[in-house]
């Protein structure tokens, strides 16, 4: 993986004048929630670092990145009769001071004392009246140790997108200096009061330029046929299998999950684990799978064992996986820009190797036609209907997957904040009603850190799980053993036995790691 050089310089670039409207896919999350508490995506991000930051000193790049990064002061606001999508306008009672929290954990203050503050923190809605972000940064940590969480809502960023604020934030060492841009004026531009008719007029001019806009790419198609028909025919074969592949992903029956039923979404309790980059790497090169693939191999492992524990064995869920669709020109911008693709997971197979065959057929298929690709657009349909069109749309598609895995590409180079060392990043994605599990993985240095996100209604046994994807990475882990001795014609069992216990106890000691 490609190191990522910190963009400070071209961290979110805008302009500072008058309001500007939700992506379709941000509006999609922002109007989920009013739907049902249960459908709240609220994402987040946890450091543990080597000691508690400077009070001021966090303070002051706080406050610098709110300057900076106009998303940050920003609020929503919906339009009269929601003609369009919603606007982010600059919020004029923006307080610093109520977004930015301190926090002292309790005796004995060890990670498990952290996790089950920073669930209750998770589990808590943002005011959706002011900018949709919280940091608490966390005293007490057991060695000495210092966290901070990061708690947004999915309408304001998503996974790779986020990376453009941990490169606003942090160093690329203990005593660097942020050489940061001049910190842009604000022009706050009062339009003064307007009628409601005004605004109607207003919006309905808006809706006339995108009706004239889509019209003249209509035209610009048209001429593109004309001057070069087999390219624009192989564009338009590649957008309908994207299509076909999107509305056969819509149109699959839902698949039951006897314990995700009763689940709300309310409720939320965050564990972690590590995975070194180097092992996966390891068994991708000796038998050409991908590392998402391995992921959800593991994941599957790890639902199986669960359900069966539970008396409800199932022999297929379905995952939903976040596809990033960002192009060099936005790779910092915020907001989300990506697709989805749902993958049925073979969680009743108990053999590895069987699993990562039928999962890498399901996400071959899925790839090949790109059908992710045309969520956003799907996304642009179902958020200019009317309210309630849309709220049957949420309501009908709700529960069509069992649960989310998503995986950030994020830093190899370690990274220091107000020169405190950043020894972990741990991202969370959301749980919501009748999905009650998530896993969310980011590359940092020379490990994955997991986020393992779970609804307690519905899974109360939270080690229990996490214990069961521990065990199913090992088994991933050995799969390159398993191939070797395929090819050199003679099992070795012994061998392969000991080489399992020592991942097995590798996993466990860098999952273990930051609590001592």
């Excluded at 907001?335 to 049925?344: A, C």
């Excluded at 899974?459 to 882990?477: M, N, Q, S, T, W």
């Amino acid at each position: 993986m490609a190191p990522r050089t910190p963009k400070v310089s071209k961290a979110v670039p805008e302009s500072h004048s008058g309001g500007r409207r939700m992506l379709p896919t941000d509006a999609s999350f922002w109007y989920a929630e009013e739907l049902s508490p249960g459908l709240r995506s609220t994402v987040g991000g946890l450091m543990i670092l080597n000691a508690p930051p400077d009070a001021a000193k966090y303070r002051a790049a706080t406050e610098r990145a709110v300057k900076v990064t106009r998303r940050l002061r920003e609020k929503v606001v919906d339009p009269p009769m929601r003609f369009m999508l919603p606007e982010w306008v600059e919020d004029e009672h923006m307080d610093i001071d109520y977004h930015l929290r301190r926090e002292a954990l309790p005796a004995p203050g060890d990670e498990e004392t952290l996790f089950e503050m920073v669930s209750q923190i998770m589990a808590t809605p943002l005011d959706r009246a002011r900018p949709q972000w919280e940091t608490y940064v966390f005293e007490g940590l057991k060695g000495g140790k210092g966290a901070i969480l990061n708690k947004m809502h999915h309408s304001m960023v998503d996974g790779v997108g986020s990376l453009s604020l941990l490169d606003t934030f942090t160093e690329m060492s203990a005593k660097a200096s942020r050489r940061l841009p001049p910190v842009p004026r604000v022009i706050r531009r009062e339009r003064g009061p307007r009628s409601f008719l005004v605004e109607v007029v207003d919006d309905g001019t808006e809706i006339a330029r995108d009706v004239l806009a889509t019209a003249g790419q209509a035209m610009g198609f048209a001429k593109e046929i004309m001057i070069h028909p087999m390219r624009t025919a192989g564009k338009a074969v590649s957008t309908a299998r994207g299509t076909i592949g999107l509305l056969q992903d819509l149109g699959k029956s839902k698949i039951a999950d006897p314990i995700a039923e009763g689940a709300a979404g309310l409720a939320r309790r965050m564990d972690r684990m590590s995975v070194s980059i180097k092992d996966l790497r390891r068994v991708h090169d000796a038998i050409g799978a991908t590392i998402n693939d391995l992921v959800l191999t593991a994941l599957s492992g790890a639902v199986g064992r669960y359900h069966a524990k539970r008396g409800v064995p199932v022999e297929t869920l379905r995952a939903m996986v976040p596809m990033n669709l960002r192009t060099d020109h936005d790779r910092d911008a915020l907001g989300n820009r990506l697709g989805f693709l749902n993958i049925n997971l073979p969680v009743g197979e108990k053999d590895p190797r069987r699993r990562l065959a039928i999962i890498q057929q399901h996400t071959g298929r899925a790839k090949g036609d790109r059908r992710g690709a045309m969520y956003p657009y799907l996304a642009r349909f179902i958020t200019a209907m009317p309210t309630f069109v849309f709220r049957a749309v949420v309501a009908s598609t709700a529960g069509n997957v069992n649960l989310i895995c998503t995986n950030v590409p994020g830093t190899p180079k370690r990274r220091w904040i107000v020169g405190r060392k950043i020894e972990a990043i741990i991202p969370f994605a959301p749980v919501t009603e009748k999905v009650p599990l998530s896993v969310a993985l980011f590359s940092y240095v020379d490990r994955f850190d997991i986020g393992i996100a779970t609804d307690p209604e519905a899974i109360p046994d939270h080690e229990r799980f996490k214990g069961y994807l521990e065990d199913a990475f090992e088994e991933v882990l050995s799969l390159d053993a398993k191939s070797r001795g395929r090819k050199a014609g003679a099992a070795r069992p012994k061998a392969a036995k000991a080489r399992a216990a020592g991942k097995k106890a590798s996993i466990r000691r860098v999952a273990k790691r930051k609590t001592h």
